[in-house]
């Protein structure tokens, strides 16, 4: 795709044509797409300005001094309430009325189901399209009387003669009285006629109807103001906004339309977070429901120690409650929950997702208990001992300062040494070189390991108690029962836990600032105690780190438009130009939303800036992990997620991903592998994250950025070109900074291809052999771990013999259905009167054959009644696949009446053969005699003894001391292997000796070897089908090992080799569910044989479970969210879904394609999103 793809498809651009004036304007559809007449569009108008009419009578009753200002909001509210009711009312009776006459009507189907046939102008098809009404009935009154409400309180606040006395000018009073009520209108219109789609949109569903609400929300908060103001007595602030807000108010369909302000689900949850976060030192939450429940908790521990009537009390309450508040509660909760109910609970309850949460024992609550004892002490002794003093460059509390200040630079060094570049810029010399393998690199890490536990210590121990010294010796805290008190040193005594690298950085801030402006007579000093200073700074840092992070962010795609020849589209020049000319508006746009702490919006991804609408930290309504576009490739997330998870843990609690705070995002790659890292919540020694798995299948986009990201890290770990001292980074300005690798346990994917393997005529001559070898030992296992089960459940008596009602493969023949060595097709049973002759398989069809455990599926080969057209599940088919793709007919007719003629029976000349036999339906097959005399010849017969040789029979409890002489002697056995070795090699291979050909062991290894008559009697028989698929399979695995590491010396390497590919490996198919299975079970080892009809190669696939190295960096988490706040627009206001669209192409610099991948779901497509894992970083 070249740059100059459309932003918007031609249907998308007419299709945006016509919502967004419907959104400028709260609701009315002036441009439809089609023919309407005239009076659709006058009855909106008349709809649109009724409320300015109705607050017009009562304006003009006030201005004519009949009525008060009072009286004049309560009858003009009446009367808006009144036709609020009358126009919802209409719209109940018209969609009644359309629903008895559709009944009798018959559906256009040919008309435009967006295009309405009015027939009057007051008629149900025009009052429904003008006010298609709620949802709900209780909305339905509710609407009304906040339209009422609203329109008496808006004509109360735009009084002529109120305006007049705020601003002294009739020119303005006019201005804002016209512009004031259009404001109003639009309100009115989106509550109670049609709600518009706003452009800041937030939930994907407006389940409840609260986007009706949003517009009034706004209205009502300047109003609020307003009356504030009228009752309030000589407050200049208060005027003095009146008069501002009285402005902005002419200017909100505007901050409606461009999407500034937030709906209210955002925006209460944004605002619960940053007073929780700035106001009350609390962090982010990863839930709405844990969001409230921390707020509330929070907001009543400051509104309580206001009332504490000591300052020791006071002191120690902060303490102990700031500590308690920084804990990981859910996670304690639970643990707690769980130890209450674990006499209740199940042993696989007990156990369930214990792996990834908090592991909260004694240990950890002694530790905290011990903690807070400390901290409690110390607080009250330095409290009750120090005496209280301002601050002097001699008081106590400015010597605890100088220890802060020193304590934050060895912080801060050892934080930044763990790095690979030191301030992202340049390469730290201290760090490992030439990073390759877990061996050399922990060797390399043991002296940085150190450094990490030091940081910890402090960042754990050390700094809180020494902030807490700060804190305990500051001469605000006696001034009791003051709101600024409680709420700065609430906020502070709890940040020194939850927070603690920059609650350390605000208290050195304040500090030095304290020690170089002395003066008791400065506003600082005079008017600001400690707490509110220190808010005060806090809230000043995280602005200047986000308008910093935003900057970047802007200059990034601004240079990139040019320097990146794919992001050059015509329009770049143009842009780049304004953007130079009003570079001042673009810095107060970037000012406003790192103020406000919401996105920076790139349209389109385009170097044009808007500011999107505020929103929680984590950007998605949705709880963490709830959606995932699951795939084969999630289980290889699933997997490393563990290890990845105790690897972070070190990592987070060294300090060598830098600084980590809620709202942080990182990337992870290894070979295919993409991690997208998101941390939501932090405290006290955790720290809550959601980890996603971005797709394995690369397309050209994915690809294009995940080379960049290979790029970026290979210069950062692998290159030896850092023999210079500070060598730069090469990427600076990315968003993408590396931090370190870590070492987790997953599995390296290795693929090769087997050409001069496969199609070697000498490997091919041997395969045959070596599968019969395979097969003896798959059999005998199998038999002998039968024995094991007969002897486990008593069956077994003395003489070793098994009775005939235990016998796992006795046949009933009583009753033959039908018959199992015939040449029967077995169309009639398995076509019922309910089957359709155009499915995939009748119905009837191997229902029930598929036993757990058992690998993949069973081909077995269906014929469709003679005439129908044939039909088969849609794969990949070779050229080969479709040569032997054929109807079977002419099939020799068979007597279903006929019985079988029982076997006869076998006798063993060793009474504990019985043992190991074959199940008796497994000797059926319609083997000619002279096969069988040839397998005799070809039969491994000193293989045959060497594997019973092996057998130890420990679960007998009285065996004879010969019994493996008599096993080998008894020659009645080894005829049963011989006839079962042959009947899996007739339906493998057929009768014939001739060497396979690599398009027939390919098939044979997946299964689908095209009908034979052997076939047909083995996959009737599932489990020997099964036994014979395991150990082809294993037979090509051994055939690539003796070309790979040469041929098999003796027996007992060969036995090696098997019991190996038994434990440790897992030999199929990457499509088997029981691949799957052994990736989770973390196999050792697994192996998959593949084909590329394309290039007409065989590949192989070998997955090897090893602690391997993973790269890590940091994202810039303003890129992120702007893209993010972007694509939310992009497909939730413009619908613009196409899948080859702009903002979706690859951009090497800004990781476009990766960063909508990692969005949540509908919006992205993540293949694996963890829930909330609770690291634990004590």
Same mark, same amino acid.
Request: glycine share 6%; proline share 5%.
């Given at each position: 795709?070249?740059?100059?793809?459309?932003?918007?498809?031609?249907?998308?651009?007419?299709?945006?044509?016509?919502?967004?004036?419907?959104?400028?304007?709260?609701?009315?559809?002036?441009?439809?797409?089609?023919?309407?007449?005239?009076?659709?569009?006058?009855?909106?108008?008349?709809?649109?300005?009724?409320?300015?009419?109705?607050?017009?009578?009562?304006?003009?009753?006030?201005?004519?001094?009949?009525?008060?200002?009072?009286?004049?909001?309560?009858?003009?509210?009446?009367?808006?309430?009144?036709?609020?009711?009358?126009?919802?009312?209409?719209?109940?009776?018209?969609?009644?009325?359309?629903?008895?006459?559709?009944?009798?009507?018959?559906?256009?189907?040919?008309?435009?189901?967006?295009?309405?046939?009015?027939?009057?102008?007051?008629?149900?098809?025009?009052?429904?399209?003008?006010?298609?009404?709620?949802?709900?009935?209780?909305?339905?009154?509710?609407?009304?009387?906040?339209?009422?409400?609203?329109?008496?309180?808006?004509?109360?606040?735009?009084?002529?003669?109120?305006?007049?006395?705020?601003?002294?000018?009739?020119?303005?009073?006019?201005?804002?009285?016209?512009?004031?009520?259009?404001?109003?209108?639009?309100?009115?219109?989106?509550?109670?006629?049609?709600?518009?789609?706003?452009?800041?949109?937030?939930?994907?569903?407006?389940?409840?109807?609260?986007?009706?609400?949003?517009?009034?929300?706004?209205?009502?908060?300047?109003?609020?103001?307003?009356?504030?103001?009228?009752?309030?007595?000589?407050?200049?602030?208060?005027?003095?906004?009146?008069?501002?807000?009285?402005?902005?108010?002419?200017?909100?369909?505007?901050?409606?339309?461009?999407?500034?302000?937030?709906?209210?689900?955002?925006?209460?949850?944004?605002?619960?977070?940053?007073?929780?976060?700035?106001?009350?030192?609390?962090?982010?939450?990863?839930?709405?429901?844990?969001?409230?429940?921390?707020?509330?908790?929070?907001?009543?521990?400051?509104?309580?120690?206001?009332?504490?009537?000591?300052?020791?009390?006071?002191?120690?309450?902060?303490?102990?409650?700031?500590?308690?508040?920084?804990?990981?509660?859910?996670?304690?909760?639970?643990?707690?929950?769980?130890?209450?109910?674990?006499?209740?609970?199940?042993?696989?309850?007990?156990?369930?997702?214990?792996?990834?949460?908090?592991?909260?024992?004694?240990?950890?609550?002694?530790?905290?208990?011990?903690?807070?004892?400390?901290?409690?002490?110390?607080?009250?002794?330095?409290?009750?001992?120090?005496?209280?003093?301002?601050?002097?460059?001699?008081?106590?509390?400015?010597?605890?300062?100088?220890?802060?200040?020193?304590?934050?630079?060895?912080?801060?060094?050892?934080?930044?040494?763990?790095?690979?570049?030191?301030?992202?810029?340049?390469?730290?010399?201290?760090?490992?070189?030439?990073?390759?393998?877990?061996?050399?690199?922990?060797?390399?890490?043991?002296?940085?390991?150190?450094?990490?536990?030091?940081?910890?210590?402090?960042?754990?121990?050390?700094?809180?108690?020494?902030?807490?010294?700060?804190?305990?010796?500051?001469?605000?805290?006696?001034?009791?029962?003051?709101?600024?008190?409680?709420?700065?040193?609430?906020?502070?005594?709890?940040?020194?836990?939850?927070?603690?690298?920059?609650?350390? &950085?605000?208290?050195?801030?304040?500090?030095?600032?304290?020690?170089?402006?002395?003066?008791?007579?400065?506003?600082?000093?005079?008017?600001?105690?400690?707490?509110?200073?220190?808010?005060?700074?806090?809230?000043?840092?995280?602005?200047?780190?986000?308008?910093?992070?935003?900057?970047?962010?802007?200059?990034?795609?601004?240079?990139?438009?040019?320097?990146?020849?794919?992001?050059?589209?015509?329009?770049?020049?143009?842009?780049?130009?304004?953007?130079?000319?009003?570079?001042?508006?673009?810095?107060?746009?970037?000012?406003?939303?790192?103020?406000?702490?919401?996105?920076?919006?790139?349209? *389109?991804?385009?170097?044009? *800036?808007?500011?999107?609408?505020?929103?929680?930290?984590?950007?998605?309504?949705?709880?963490?992990?709830?959606?995932?576009?699951?795939?084969?490739?999630?289980?290889?997330?699933?997997?490393?997620?563990?290890?990845?998870?105790?690897?972070?843990?070190?990592?987070?609690?060294?300090?060598?991903?830098?600084?980590?705070?809620?709202?942080?995002?990182?990337?992870?790659?290894?070979?295919?592998?993409?991690?997208?890292?998101?941390?939501?919540?932090?405290?006290?020694?955790?720290?809550?994250?959601?980890?996603?798995?971005?797709? &394995?299948?690369?397309?050209?986009?994915?690809?294009?950025?995940?080379?960049?990201?290979?790029?970026?890290?290979?210069?950062?770990?692998?290159?030896?070109?850092?023999?210079?001292?500070?060598?730069?980074?090469?990427?600076?300005?990315?968003?993408?900074?590396?931090?370190?690798?870590?070492?987790?346990?997953?599995?390296?994917?290795?693929?090769?291809?087997?050409?001069?393997?496969?199609?070697?005529?000498?490997?091919?001559?041997? &395969?045959?052999?070596?599968?019969?070898?395979?097969?003896?030992?798959?059999?005998?296992?199998?038999?002998?771990?039968?024995?094991?089960?007969?002897?486990?459940?008593?069956?077994?008596?003395?003489?070793?013999?098994?009775?005939?009602?235990?016998?796992?493969?006795?046949?009933?023949?009583?009753?033959?259905?039908?018959?199992?060595?015939?040449?029967?097709?077995?169309?009639?049973?398995?076509?019922?009167?309910?089957?359709?002759?155009?499915?995939?398989?009748?119905?009837?069809?191997?229902?029930?054959?598929?036993?757990?455990?058992?690998?993949?599926?069973?081909?077995?080969?269906?014929?469709?009644?003679?005439?129908?057209?044939?039909?088969?599940?849609?794969?990949?088919?070779?050229?080969?696949?479709?040569?032997?793709?054929?109807?079977?007919?002419?099939?020799?007719?068979?007597?279903?009446?006929?019985?079988?003629?029982?076997?006869?029976?076998?006798?063993?000349?060793?009474?504990?053969?019985?043992?190991?036999?074959?199940?008796?339906?497994?000797?059926?097959?319609?083997?000619?005699?002279?096969?069988?005399?040839?397998?005799?010849?070809?039969?491994?017969?000193?293989?045959?003894?060497?594997?019973?040789?092996?057998?130890?029979?420990?679960?007998?409890?009285?065996?004879?001391?010969?019994?493996?002489?008599?096993?080998?002697?008894?020659?009645?056995?080894?005829?049963?292997?011989?006839?079962?070795?042959?009947?899996?090699?007739?339906?493998?291979?057929?009768?014939?000796?001739?060497?396979?050909?690599?398009?027939?062991?390919?098939?044979?290894?997946?299964?689908?070897?095209?009908?034979?008559?052997?076939?047909?009697?083995?996959?009737?028989?599932?489990?020997?089908?099964?036994?014979?698929?395991?150990?082809?399979?294993?037979? *090509?695995?051994?055939?690539?090992?003796?070309?790979?590491?040469?041929?098999?010396?003796?027996?007992?390497?060969?036995?090696?080799?098997?019991?190996?590919?038994?434990?440790?490996?897992?030999?199929?198919?990457?499509?088997?569910?029981?691949?799957?299975?052994?990736?989770?079970?973390?196999?050792?080892?697994?192996?998959?044989?593949?084909?590329?009809?394309?290039?007409?190669?065989?590949?192989?696939?070998?997955?090897?479970?090893?602690?391997?190295?993973?790269?890590?960096?940091?994202?810039?988490?303003?890129?992120?969210?702007?893209?993010?706040?972007?694509?939310?627009?992009?497909?939730?206001?413009?619908?613009?879904?196409?899948?080859?669209?702009?903002?979706?192409?690859?951009?090497?610099?800004?990781?476009?394609?990766?960063?909508?991948?990692?969005?949540?779901?509908?919006?992205?497509?993540?293949?694996?999103?963890?829930?909330?894992?609770?690291?634990?970083?004590?």
């Amino acid at each position: 795709m070249g740059p100059d793809v459309p932003l918007l498809n031609d249907y998308k651009q007419e299709f945006f044509l016509k919502r967004f004036p419907q959104t400028v304007l709260g609701g009315p559809r002036f441009k439809l797409g089609y023919c309407a007449p005239p009076y659709i569009y006058v009855n909106q108008i008349i709809l649109f300005l009724t409320p300015w009419v109705l607050g017009g009578v009562g304006t003009l009753l006030y201005q004519l001094g009949i009525m008060k200002d009072y009286c004049t909001a309560a009858l003009s509210g009446g009367l808006m309430f009144v036709t609020a009711l009358i126009l919802q009312m209409a719209n109940l009776y018209a969609k009644q009325k359309t629903v008895t006459v559709e009944r009798m009507q018959i559906q256009n189907t040919l008309t435009d189901e967006d295009e309405f046939e009015f027939s009057s102008c007051v008629g149900s098809e025009t009052v429904k399209f003008i006010i298609p009404g709620k949802k709900y009935i209780i909305n339905t009154i509710f609407h009304s009387l906040l339209a009422g409400v609203l329109c008496g309180l808006g004509t109360w606040y735009l009084l002529p003669n109120r305006i007049t006395l705020l601003y002294s000018n009739i020119g303005g009073t006019v201005m804002i009285f016209v512009f004031g009520w259009v404001t109003i209108c639009i309100g009115e219109y989106s509550l109670i006629i049609n709600t518009a789609t706003e452009t800041a949109t937030f939930q994907a569903l407006d389940t409840y109807e609260i986007t009706a609400l949003m517009r009034p929300f706004y209205i009502f908060v300047f109003i609020a103001v307003d009356l504030a103001h009228r009752f309030a007595v000589n407050t200049p602030i208060l005027e003095q906004t009146n008069q501002i807000l009285h402005i902005v108010f002419l200017f909100l369909p505007f901050l409606w339309a461009m999407g500034i302000l937030p709906p209210l689900d955002a925006l209460f949850l944004w605002g619960m977070e940053q007073l929780l976060e700035f106001g009350l030192g609390g962090s982010p939450m990863s839930s709405n429901t844990k969001l409230l429940v921390m707020f509330l908790i929070s907001a009543g521990t400051a509104i309580a120690s206001y009332f504490i009537p000591s300052t020791l009390g006071v002191i120690l309450f902060m303490t102990g409650f700031g500590f308690i508040l920084s804990l990981n509660l859910s996670e304690i909760g639970f643990a707690f929950k769980h130890t209450m109910s674990s006499h209740l609970a199940s042993g696989k309850s007990k156990n369930m997702h214990r792996g990834l949460r908090t592991q909260f024992g004694w240990r950890e609550f002694i530790f905290y208990v011990t903690v807070l004892t400390f901290a409690l002490i110390e607080a009250s002794l330095l409290h009750q001992f120090a005496a209280f003093s301002s601050f002097s460059t001699a008081s106590p509390q400015a010597i605890v300062s100088y220890f802060l200040i020193l304590l934050l630079t060895i912080m801060w060094i050892l934080r930044e040494i763990q790095r690979v570049y030191l301030f992202g810029v340049f390469r730290n010399p201290f760090y490992p070189k030439d990073v390759r393998t877990v061996t050399v690199f922990m060797e390399k890490q043991r002296r940085l390991m150190k450094v990490g536990v030091v940081r910890r210590i402090l960042l754990t121990l050390v700094s809180p108690f020494a902030m807490i010294a700060f804190l305990s010796l500051d001469h605000s805290l006696q001034n009791l029962h003051s709101v600024s008190v409680c709420i700065g040193f609430t906020r502070m005594f709890r940040m020194v836990w939850q927070n603690t690298e920059n609650a350390l &950085l605000d208290i050195v801030v304040v500090s030095v600032a304290q020690m170089l402006v002395l003066s008791p007579d400065l506003w600082w000093n005079r008017s600001l105690d400690t707490g509110i200073r220190l808010l005060l700074v806090g809230i000043l840092r995280d602005r200047l780190l986000q308008f910093a992070s935003k900057l970047q962010f802007a200059i990034a795609i601004l240079l990139t438009s040019w320097t990146e020849k794919k992001q050059r589209r015509k329009s770049t020049a143009t842009l780049i130009t304004l953007n130079v000319v009003f570079f001042p508006i673009l810095l107060i746009f970037i000012a406003i939303s790192a103020l406000l702490s919401s996105p920076l919006l790139p349209l *389109f991804t385009l170097p044009v *800036f808007l500011i999107g609408f505020p929103r929680p930290v984590r950007s998605w309504p949705g709880p963490v992990g709830a959606a995932a576009c699951v795939c084969s490739d999630t289980v290889y997330y699933q997997q490393m997620v563990p290890s990845l998870a105790g690897a972070l843990q070190s990592a987070l609690a060294a300090g060598s991903l830098g600084l980590s705070l809620p709202g942080s995002h990182y990337l992870c790659r290894f070979q295919d592998r993409l991690v997208w890292i998101l941390v939501l919540e932090k405290g006290f020694t955790y720290c809550g994250v959601n980890i996603k798995g971005l797709e &394995l299948q690369e397309t050209s986009c994915h690809a294009a950025e995940a080379h960049r990201v290979d790029e970026i890290f290979g210069m950062a770990f692998e290159h030896q070109e850092h023999t210079k001292i500070l060598s730069p980074n090469h990427h600076f300005g990315h968003i993408l900074t590396p931090c370190t690798v870590l070492p987790v346990r997953l599995y390296s994917d290795a693929r090769n291809v087997l050409s001069g393997i496969i199609d070697s005529h000498e490997n091919l001559k041997h &395969l045959k052999d070596d599968f019969i070898k395979v097969l003896v030992w798959m059999l005998v296992q199998y038999c002998y771990k039968r024995s094991k089960t007969w002897e486990s459940s008593g069956s077994v008596n003395k003489k070793g013999s098994v009775p005939k009602t235990q016998h796992s493969g006795e046949v009933e023949r009583s009753q033959p259905p039908r018959e199992e060595d015939s040449f029967s097709v077995d169309t009639v049973e398995d076509w019922t009167d309910d089957s359709d002759i155009f499915d995939l398989e009748p119905s009837g069809r191997i229902k029930g054959k598929k036993e757990p455990g058992q690998m993949g599926t069973t081909p077995k080969v269906h014929l469709s009644i003679p005439g129908s057209v044939e039909t088969e599940t849609p794969r990949e088919m070779s050229p080969e696949d479709k040569l032997y793709k054929a109807v079977v007919l002419g099939l020799p007719a068979v007597d279903k009446g006929k019985q079988q003629e029982a076997l006869p029976q076998v006798e063993f000349s060793c009474s504990y053969s019985e043992l190991l036999s074959i199940p008796e339906e497994w000797r059926t097959a319609p083997v000619p005699s002279s096969k069988v005399n040839e397998m005799k010849q070809r039969f491994p017969e000193e293989w045959y003894h060497f594997i019973l040789s092996q057998l130890d029979f420990f679960h007998l409890k009285e065996k004879p001391s010969n019994l493996l002489e008599d096993l080998m002697k008894d020659k009645a056995l080894k005829d049963l292997y011989i006839h079962g070795v042959l009947s899996c090699c007739f339906g493998l291979f057929g009768l014939d000796n001739t060497v396979p050909a690599p398009s027939h062991v390919f098939r044979a290894y997946t299964g689908g070897i095209p009908w034979s008559v052997g076939l047909d009697w083995l996959t009737s028989k599932p489990e020997l089908f099964q036994l014979a698929l395991k150990a082809f399979r294993y037979t *090509f695995k051994l055939m690539v090992d003796k070309a790979s590491l040469g041929p098999v010396e003796n027996f007992k390497e060969l036995v090696n080799y098997l019991e190996e590919y038994e434990n440790d490996w897992y030999i199929g198919l990457v499509s088997d569910l029981e691949w799957q299975q052994a990736v989770l079970q973390e196999k050792p080892y697994l192996f998959s044989l593949g084909h590329d009809p394309n290039m007409g190669i065989y590949t192989g696939r070998v997955l090897t479970l090893q602690e391997l190295l993973v790269q890590v960096g940091k994202l810039n988490d303003e890129a992120v969210r702007g893209q993010w706040a972007n694509l939310s627009w992009e497909l939730l206001y413009a619908t613009n879904d196409d899948e080859e669209r702009y903002s979706i192409q690859a951009h090497p610099v800004l990781l476009r394609n990766l960063t909508v991948q990692a969005a949540d779901p509908p919006l992205g497509y993540p293949v694996y999103s963890s829930e909330l894992l609770h690291l634990p970083l004590l």
